[in-house]
């Protein structure tokens, strides 16, 4: 087998994985149409469930390294599409310093017992529902997130695909 062949099948190989792993991670999260959000979040905005726009929510925990390392990223998106980001099983003091030291200018809302997340199947944290404009979940992804992943997500939801 030649270099290309074989790189060509690592790649492939390596891809398999990941969509497997987070086929996995993902298998309780809902489906259909998202479970409604409070109509306040911690810093006083109302979440934009239904906008008629592509919707990232984003499920996040002060504890959770990996949540805050893809913080950079989901904040990155809020630039260009509506964010939601929903604090699970952390204090609401931890919650507003996190926001307020790394700029957070999206809703927050503050899921202090994990109803919210245990209403939307959130087993591992960071997890990720993107909305299509009717309020449908379009996807759903575990794990650390890059901006280009979840941009190209809320570009493929807004397709209706």
Do not use: K
């Amino acid at each position: 087998m030649n270099r290309v062949t074989r790189g060509a099948l690592e790649l492939l190989a390596a891809a398999a994985l990941i969509l497997a792993g987070n086929a996995y991670l993902t298998r309780h999260a809902a489906d259909g149409r998202a479970p409604p959000l409070p109509g306040a979040s911690l810093n006083g905005h109302a979440p934009p469930i239904a906008a008629g726009r592509a919707l990232l929510i984003d499920f996040f925990a002060t504890w959770c390294p990996v949540c805050r390392a893809d913080q950079g990223a989901v904040q990155a998106v809020a630039r260009h599409a509506p964010v939601v980001v929903v604090a699970t099983q952390s204090p609401a003091a931890a919650v507003r310093a996190f926001a307020t030291d790394h700029h957070w200018h999206t809703p927050v809302i503050l899921d202090r017992h994990g109803g919210i997340a245990r209403r939307y199947g959130v087993r591992v944290l960071p997890m990720a529902f993107i909305l299509g404009p009717r309020g449908r979940i379009r996807f759903v992804a575990a794990g650390y997130m890059t901006e280009a992943g979840l941009l190209a997500r809320l570009w493929l939801a807004r397709l209706h695909l």
